[in-house]
Each structure stands twice: as C-alpha cells, then as structure tokens.
C-alpha cells in the first residue's frame, strides 16, 4: 500500500565475521554409547528428550517412506535422529554429530 511504512525493521549490516572456533566437544554419557552400541532398539534411554512433536516425513532416494523424530541428551546434549521406515521391525538412531567417548 502507497505511503505505508514496513512494521519489520531492516536488519543491521555487520562485517563479515570470521568462523568460529567449533566448541569443544562433550564425552557422550554411558547411556548415549550404550544406544551407539544398539542402534535398532525402539524405546529411547530416559534420559532423552524429544525435539518438537511432529516428525518429519519423507522419502529415501530409492522411494521407502521413513519418518524422523529428533532427541537430545539431558545429560550430554548428544543430539539423536530415529529414523523409522514404514513396514519395518526395527528402527535407527543415528547421532547428529560423532560421538566423543
């Protein structure tokens, strides 16, 4: 509309900042390793937590339809995607970032 003024203000221009240092990693917890060693269990340790409600669904490149639900450790931070595919025993759980020991 003619005349009327944006209600967002526009971002600030800051320099190019250089990369972070990444931060360092934490040791995974005994519970975090011990799901490491069994990926295709269904039940997730106590001590995650569930990101969001909805999972993400979709599809693999070869066309299976899989959902996904992220957790995250309330004592490592370790976080964990479970990948579950349509018609399938088992589930995997797969952790976002390499797990330090």
């Not at 600030?12 to 995974?28: E, K, L, N, V």
Request: proline residues 16%.
């Amino acid at each position: 509309m003619a005349g009327m003024k944006s209600a967002v203000p526009p971002l600030p221009m800051s320099p190019p900042s250089s990369p972070q240092p990444a931060a360092p990693a934490t040791p995974a917890c005994e519970r975090c390793l011990e799901l490491a060693a069994d990926p295709r269990r269904r039940e997730p340790p106590a001590c995650l937590a569930l990101r969001g409600t909805a999972p993400l669904v979709s599809q693999s490149a070869a066309g299976v339809p899989f959902s996904m639900l992220t957790f995250a450790c309330r004592d490592c931070g370790t976080v964990w995607r479970l990948y579950d595919r349509a018609n399938e025993l088992f589930v995997s759980w797969v952790p976002e970032r390499p797990l330090v020991r």
